[in-house]
């Protein structure tokens, strides 16, 4: 996933594990994302739910091998 980040302020500082932590104010994001990647990452039944409360009728579930 690549993303795009224009903000209007900034702050940085170091978290646990020597990872860096971003603080940012006004921020327009932008950027391209795999669709795949991001499927593999949601949890189905979520998905299955969300999809009924935007009046969506799931009629056949199948669990993947």
Known sequence: MNITCECVDMRTSVGPHNTIKLELEGVV?????????????LDG?????????QGYIITHQEAAA
């Open 45 to 53: 039944a979520v998905v299955i739910e969300w999809l009924a409360e």
């Open 29 to 41: 994001l932008s950027g391209t994302v795999n669709t795949r990647e991001v499927l593999l990452q």
